[in-house]
C-alpha cells in the first residue's frame, strides 16, 4: 500500500502565478515521485486565486495530487470563528508576532483535524508557519513544514519596502528604494516565536543556503533539510531574437526590483542598443509611468504565451535585491534556455552561474554592461542558454526522488 501524504497549501495554485505555486506544485510531484498517495488541502479563506473546478480537475488530471479537499465556510462556521475572536480579545488572547499576520480560525483547524483523522496520513506537510496550528500535536504522522521564506524577516523586510513605495508614489525621494545594497543593512534573523514554530516539527525544509544555515542555528529538534527551487527543462526552439524579459510576481519585493530596472539599468541599455525592447510580465504594482522607450509591461499572461516569450528572450532579467527564500522566476528562465542576468542577493539559485548560466551583476551598470553585451553576441547567449537548460536537467534529475527526506 502507499505511504498517505496530507499537504495543506493555503492558495490555489493552478494555474501557477507566483514562485510559490510553482513551489508548491513541485513538492505536491516530489511526493508522487517518491510514492506517496497526495491529499491536497487548502480553503477559500487566504488563496491569492479563486477555487475553480476546473483547477481542481487539472491538479489531479495533470498528475499533481491524488486528491484535493477545499474548505469553504458556511454560515454557522463564520459564526463560530467570530465568537472564538470576541471570547479571544475579552480574555486578551488574540493572536501576536507572526500568527496576528495569517489568521487560522477555529473552523479552519477543525475541518483539518477531522480530515487528517479521516485519513491518517503517513507524512503531515505543512506550508508556512502561520499554519502551525493545523498540525495535531498527537498524531503519530511524520510531520513536515515548508518555510518557504523565514516569515518574520519577510514581514520587517516587506513593510519597509512596502512603506517606500508609498513614498515614491508620493514623489518623496527614497534613495534606499532602489539601493542595491538594501539588505547589507537589514534584518535578517528570524523572531524566537517562528524558530519555536519549526522546533516542533520532525523537519523543517528551507529554500536556500543562507536560510539553511540560519535554521540550523536556531533549531534544537527539528531536522533541517535544503530543498532547492528545481524544474524541469522545457524543450523549446529558442530564436533568441525578441525581447529581454523580466518575470516579476504580485509582491512589493518584485515591485522594487522593476522600478530599479527601470529607473536605473533600462536607460543604460537603451543608450548602448537603441533598438533594444523588454517586457515586464507579471503581478507587479506598476504605474504606466514606470515603462519607457521600448519598455512593456504586459501583466499576467497564459503559460504558453509565458513560454513564447522565453523563446524568444535574448535574455531573462532579475533585479530582485530584497526579500526572502529563492528566485523561483530564475530557475524557470533556465529551464526554458534562457540565460539570466541578475543582481548579485542571497536568493539566487546556484544554477546561475557568471559565465555558464548568466551573468550576475553588483550594480546598475554592471547588468546594463551584461544585457548590452547579450544583444550584441547572438552565439555567446545561445551557448549559455544551451547551458543553462542542460544544468536544470541534472539538477532535475539528481532530485528526481524529491528528496531523500520523503523516502527514509
Known sequence: MRPKALVYFLHNPMPPRSGAHRRCLRMLRGLREAGHHVTLASST????????????????????????????????????????????????????GLFAEVPCPLSLRVWFGALAARLRPDLLLVNYAWFDQLAPPETPARKVIETHDLLTVNRVLRTEVESLLAAHARGEPCPRLLDERFMDHAHTAPAPDELEVYDRYDDTIAISPAEETLLRAGLRHSRVCRIGVTEEPRPAANTRDGAFLLAAGPNPF?????????????????????????????????????????????????????????????????????????????????????????????????????????????????????LARLFDDRARRARLGAEARLRVAADSDANRALPALFTR
Not at 487539472?58 to 459564526?79: H, K, N, T
Not at 526572502?324 to 543582481?343: F, N
Open 254 to 370: 518584485n515591485t522594487q526590483a522593476c522600478l530599479y530596472f527601470a529607473r536605473k539599468v533600462w536607460p543604460l541599455v537603451r543608450r548602448a542598443c537603441p533598438s533594444a525592447r523588454a517586457i515586464i510580465v507579471g503581478g507587479a504594482r506598476l504605474t504606466d509611468d514606470t515603462v519607457g522607450e521600448g519598455l512593456e509591461k504586459a501583466g499576467f499572461v497564459p503559460e504558453a504565451e509565458l513560454a513564447r516569450l522565453y523563446a524568444a528572450a535574448p535574455a531573462a532579467v532579475s533585479c530582485v535585491f530584497a526579500g526572502t527564500g529563492q528566485q523561483v522566476k530564475v530557475v524557470e528562465a533556465l529551464a526554458h534556455g534562457v540565460p539570466v542576468v541578475a543582481l548579485r542577493s542571497r536568493t539566487l539559485s546556484p544554477l546561475l552561474v557568471a559565465g555558464a548560466t548568466g551573468e550576475i551583476a553588483n550594480d546598475a551598470a554592471e547588468m546594463a554592461d551584461h
Open 45 to 96: 479563506l487566504h488563496s491569492e486565486t479563486e477555487w475553480r473546478r476546473d483547477s481542481v480537475r487539472a491538479l489531479i488530471d495533470e498528475g499533481w495530487a491524488d486528491r484535493v479537499e477545499i474548505f469553504s465556510p458556511g454560515r454557522w462556521e463564520q459564526r463560530a470563528d467570530a465568537l472564538e475572536r470576541r471570547i479571544r480579545r475579552r480574555m486578551h488572547l488574540g493572536p501576536r
